[in-house]
């Protein structure tokens, strides 16, 4: 509890001090796209892929960055990923694929959790993506440039973000 008190703080601070050049680009444009999600179960980690193959189909290089909660199952290590071993006592995450990804200037970021999670937020904070996309929710304003209301399922918003976004001109 302590941890995620620092990283509350930690994260705060990094919402206030990034410097980042927020933008929306045009998706044609675009040729770097973040990933960022919490792993779940086996069907959402089968959704990710699927986005992320259409990203691929538009030429798009991705890049995917999950987080992996204790005991849940890492399926097939296809990705980068931290966990709660990489935060330190004082809410630093030291895990270097975290921060890496949190350095790539995305032309989009998606988080594609619909629950905030307080160490990809803390990803989001010091993120340098041009334009980060999440689900809407109390509080949300600060991460993200598009946010996306989801009021059915996680594979409903996914298909909104895509569609909203490859719409963007």
């Given at each position: 509890?302590i941890k995620l008190n620092f990283l509350k703080m ?21 040729e770097k796209i973040g990933i960022i999600f919490s ?80 160490l990809v937020l803390n990803i989001l904070a010091r ?43």
């Open positions: 509890m930690r994260t705060d601070r990094l919402l206030k001090n990034n410097k980042a050049v927020r933008s929306t680009v045009s998706y044609k444009k675009a792993v779940e179960d086996k069907p959402k980690h089968e959704t990710v892929k699927e986005l992320i193959r259409k990203f691929e189909h538009d030429g798009k290089q991705v890049e995917v960055l999950e987080f992996l909660p204790n005991n849940k199952d890492n399926y097939e290590f296809k990705f980068n990923f931290f966990s709660e071993k990489d935060l330190s006592f004082l809410g630093d995450i030291t895990s270097p694929d975290a921060i890496n990804f949190a350095e790539i200037p995305f032309d989009f970021l998606y988080y594609l959790d619909i629950t905030p999670n307080p993120s340098q993506a041009k334009c980060r996309v999440g689900c809407a929710w109390d509080d949300g304003l600060p991460y993200f440039e598009f946010m996306i209301e989801s009021k059915s399922s996680l594979r409903d918003m996914i298909d909104s973000m895509h569609k909203y976004t490859t719409q963007i001109k």
